[in-house]
């Protein structure tokens, strides 16, 4: 069965390191998204991905950044974490045209301490 | 901007009841999704309604996009129902979803 897949699923990491979420979907869909979900403010998309080589800034981007060198993968890099980046990160994807419902992986939660 | 409103923010019901939940959007959208967000955290897909009636098992909801609002319907409701739904809306053309607030129910055994 097709299927998304994060990794880790959970992180500590200190104020300043560089951190790196891995997402990784069989769907073979062109469409991949990063979200993030907080109290109080639901998800908030921070990337997205139209196709590889694709990337765009989505309502929160400040802080990360992505990269698309295949159709199955979109790392999500925080280049210098902030304890503002404390959070539960998801990643999405979907197909183009009619068959455009979003399908999640479980999420990775992030601490910065 | 689009805005997303969910309806109630939370509802407590006893095993058994039946509810209704409601999203309602201020724009043109192409297409709207229900999630379900179990305790665990885990997004699961519920329906994908741009338009129209669907149902499955005990769940059904309806879209009505020229009046933008979607209904999503939890009858003989279970203690496994708990947790929290979102609505979800796609802006025309650009497959990126906007998500409501959510609704948190608990269902009490």
């Known amino acids: 069965d097709a299927e998304i897949t994060q990794s880790p699923r959970h992180k500590i990491t200190e104020t300043g390191r560089q951190v790196t979420l891995a997402c990784h979907q069989t769907w073979n869909h062109n469409n991949m998204f990063w979200y993030r979900q907080d109290l109080g403010h639901g998800l908030r998309l921070i990337h997205y991905?139209?196709?590889?080589?694709?990337?765009n800034k989505g309502e929160v981007s400040d802080g990360y950044s992505v990269s698309r060198s295949n159709t199955e993968d979109l790392p999500l890099t925080l280049e210098s974490a902030a304890s503002s980046q404390t959070s539960v990160y998801f990643c999405?994807?979907?197909?183009?045209?009619?068959?455009?419902?979003?399908?999640f992986g479980p999420g990775t939660r992030l601490t910065v301490l | 901007g689009i805005q997303v409103e969910q309806s109630p923010p939370d509802l407590i019901l006893q095993e058994g009841a039946n509810s209704t939940l409601r999203c309602n959007f201020s724009d043109s959208v192409n297409n709207l999704q229900w999630f379900h967000q179990n305790p665990w955290g885990q997004l699961i897909n519920l329906f994908y309604?741009?338009?129209g009636t669907k149902q499955n098992g005990r769940l059904s909801a309806t879209t009505v996009a020229t009046e933008r609002y979607s209904l999503l319907y939890i009858s003989s409701s279970q203690t496994t129902d708990s947790g929290v739904y979102f609505c979800?809306?796609?802006?025309?053309?650009?497959?990126?979803?906007?998500f409501g607030t959510g609704t948190r129910l608990k269902v009490l055994a």
């Open positions: 991905s139209y196709g590889v080589q694709d990337t």
């Open positions: 979800a809306v796609d802006l025309s053309g650009t497959y990126k979803y906007i």
């Open positions: 309604i741009p338009s």
């Open positions: 999405a994807s979907s197909g183009s045209g009619s068959l455009n419902e979003q399908f």
